[in-house]
């Protein structure tokens, strides 16, 4: 059975501050991984992509990827009310599709 | 990356009858998938549509209840059939785009059965 487990919240955090999402899995042949932002009504919109260890940066975003720990994380800096959402894991392997977690809502409190 | 246009974008239904969705992407794609999310949760696979082939269902959901066509490599419908009270959730489509694109979702259509 693949698994990818998120914290559901609600994550607060200031105006500002770092917003730290995290995310694990259970299948090991996931090779790629997303985040997702998903505003109440509205359909996912992807924010970050990653399938190699390590960090990847993109603006305010950061995505990181450890295989090993079978461990995902977003890094939102200089957060924002706007960044106020439910944000979605998800891992896939190759063409399969994407397992989501739970997701996870953040409340940037101005 | 793909852009779908899905449609209804939402709907209020009487149990008992059926409502199909349609998907239309922008580009061939080989494979679609459709996903439920019911109310505050978060998505569900309901099954993976091949073009030319029977589509792939998950554990829980059966062809006689969600049946889906593929008629071509840019279209796609799901039928919710028979519908419930529980069946009211949101319901999407998606197609893979690449590892750096990831996968793109169509707007969603927001069933209400009553």
């Known amino acids: 059975q693949k698994e990818v487990e998120q914290n559901s919240g609600p994550l607060s955090v200031p105006e500002g501050a770092i917003a730290s999402l995290n995310c694990t899995y259970s299948?090991?042949?996931?090779?790629?991984f997303f985040w997702y932002r998903q505003y109440s009504g509205k359909s996912p919109e992807l924010i970050m992509s990653i399938y190699s260890n390590g960090d990847k940066e993109d603006g305010r975003f950061t995505a990181q990827l450890n295989k090993a720990s079978q461990y995902v994380s977003l890094l939102i800096r200089d957060s924002q009310p706007s960044d106020s959402a439910t944000y979605l894991c998800a891992g896939a392997s190759g063409n399969t599709p994407l397992v989501f977690g739970k997701g996870t809502r953040l409340s940037v409190i101005a | 990356s793909a852009v779908i246009s899905q449609k209804p974008s939402r709907d209020i239904c009487q149990r008992g009858t059926s409502l199909t969705i349609q998907c239309q992407v922008d580009?061939?794609?080989?494979?679609m998938f459709w996903y439920r999310q019911q109310p505050g949760q978060s998505l569900t696979l309901i099954a993976t549509a091949n073009q030319g082939s029977e589509a792939t269902y998950e554990s829980g959901f059966v062809i006689d209840k969600f049946p889906i066509s593929r008629p071509n490599l840019t279209f796609s419908t799901l039928t919710v059939s028979n519908l419930s009270p529980e069946d009211s959730s949101i319901y999407l489509c998606s197609v893979g785009t690449g590892l750096e694109y990831g996968y793109t979702f169509g707007s969603g259509t927001r069933l209400t059965v009553v």
């Open positions: 580009s061939q794609v080989t494979m």
């Open positions: 299948d090991r042949g996931s090779q790629s």
